[in-house]
């Protein structure tokens, strides 16, 4: 049996140092989104942007605006409305000035499906307000009628100075140009599989219809694509083909990821591989919520994608072990989720108060085992005792024993030290 052997002879001074791991760069051109005197930049050197969509009903200026808020409260810098009928048409304005009355700075994206070349039509300050209208190519009309209909919603866009993202849908996907490349498809002498076609359906669609919206007027920088599929390879392999083939900002995204974990990880393996590539000015996270869960849940995962690959920080994080034999006690995981929640909850506050926070790492630890080096390397930590460890709990400030807290309030006595540090820290560059 051949055994391994490693060259002995190099050492540490003749190798190279092991490259970090980062992002790609992929150049695009760069939208803005912009209502009022107010806007966001989506692509070029913008980061890559959360978007998230309400699920209320449109016509309910109130709810639809206050979900909106929790929704930037939570991280989303662009938000879809649905606008499928006159009433929700006449309802965006208020929604918009209801928003602006309670100082949320998020713009509103109007999702349009088969009438919206009349509802922009017929109601001209929904189309004033909103400042970014989403076309499906797929759902404007067949023949002359979608050419007509397209081109009526480009112009509007165009009068009004408006983002436009276009996005294709395969589950909406024109029927008559897959139709005519499943046809040419049948010559090759060698014909791709059915799926490859339909790959090539999607960017077409989009290609096509960016194509078209510059020659209407519209300001080919405002142009975002998307082509959304539900499953991850697919999604993958459609989008590195569409980034090789155009220099517009795109936007990522599972059109139907699923509940819960299933759709949190579907989503997560999908849009990492693509932002790790460079490819993706904008992201949503499309999660079916569990009965009683909050819109918000999106949001959260959407973030944590962003930040847990290092293109974005949202919130302060918090490392904290997955428990084992050691750490019989439910303690740790009680005070890691406490810690969690009060930063989070505070960051909308903090925001502003406290730049440069969400970069705060905070680790809460179970035991001996990794508890003390894993607060060393935070900003800020605790290492709580284990099953059989001596009851205290040490606390590190910037990599060196601070103090050491003991008996029954130390989750409580340990977020006021974290809020002390913050303020200290962060509160002299505000």
Avoid at 221 to 244: E, F, P, R, T
Avoid at 325 to 336: C, D, I, K, L
Wanted: hydrophobic residues 40%; proline residues 4%.
């Amino acid at each position: 049996m051949a055994i391994a052997t490693f060259d002995t002879a190099a050492t540490g001074q003749d190798r190279e140092p092991i490259a970090a791991a980062g992002a790609l760069a992929r150049r695009t051109r760069q939208g803005v989104v912009s209502w009022g005197d107010r806007h966001v930049t989506v692509g070029g050197d913008a980061p890559v942007r959360v978007q998230s969509m309400t699920n209320t009903d449109t016509a309910d200026a109130i709810g639809t605006a206050i979900q909106v808020k929790e929704l930037a409260l939570a991280g989303s810098e662009l938000v879809r409305i649905t606008v499928n009928n006159d009433e929700s048409a006449r309802a965006v304005p208020h929604i918009r000035e209801q928003l602006d009355r309670m100082g949320v700075e998020v713009p509103l994206i109007g999702d349009f499906h088969y009438n919206g070349h009349k509802l922009l039509t017929d109601h001209p300050a929904c189309a004033q307000a909103l400042s970014k209208y989403r076309i499906n190519p797929g759902n404007v009309g067949k023949g002359e009628k979608g050419d007509r209909q397209f081109t009526q919603m480009v112009e509007i866009a165009a009068r009004h100075n408006k983002a436009v993202r276009i996005g294709v849908n395969w589950g909406s996907l024109d029927q008559e140009l897959l139709a005519r490349l499943m046809d040419q498809n049948a010559q090759r002498s060698q014909p791709w599989e059915a799926r490859q076609v339909m790959y090539e359906a999607l960017i077409t669609s989009a290609l096509d219809s960016a194509a078209k919206a510059e020659a209407i007027g519209l300001n080919g920088n405002n142009i975002m694509l998307s082509c959304k599929v539900s499953g991850v390879q697919d999604l993958i392999s459609v989008y590195q083909a569409l980034a090789q083939r155009c220099d517009y900002a795109l936007h990522l995204g599972l059109t139907e990821a699923g509940m819960s974990t299933k759709g949190a990880v579907a989503s997560t393996a999908a849009l990492a591989v693509l932002l790790q590539q460079g490819i993706g000015d904008t992201i949503r996270v499309s999660l079916t919520p569990q009965p009683g869960e909050a819109r918000t849940q999106e949001v959260v995962i959407a973030t944590e994608i962003l930040q847990s690959l290092g293109l974005r920080a949202f919130v302060p994080s918090v490392t904290a072990c997955p428990g084992c034999g050691r750490t019989t006690s439910t303690v740790f995981q009680e005070m890691a989720k406490q810690i969690d929640d009060f930063l989070r909850s505070s960051m909308p506050v903090w925001r502003a108060q406290y730049p440069g926070v969400e970069n705060l790492r905070v680790a809460v630890m179970g035991c001996i085992v990794n508890g003390p080096g894993e607060s060393k390397h935070a900003d800020i930590g605790i290492s709580l005792p284990g099953t059989g460890e001596a009851p205290a709990a040490p606390v590190y400030i910037d990599g060196e024993k601070a103090l050491t807290l003991r008996g029954q309030g130390i989750a409580q006595e340990f977020q006021t030290i974290v809020e002390t540090y913050i303020e200290k820290r962060f509160g002299a560059t505000a």
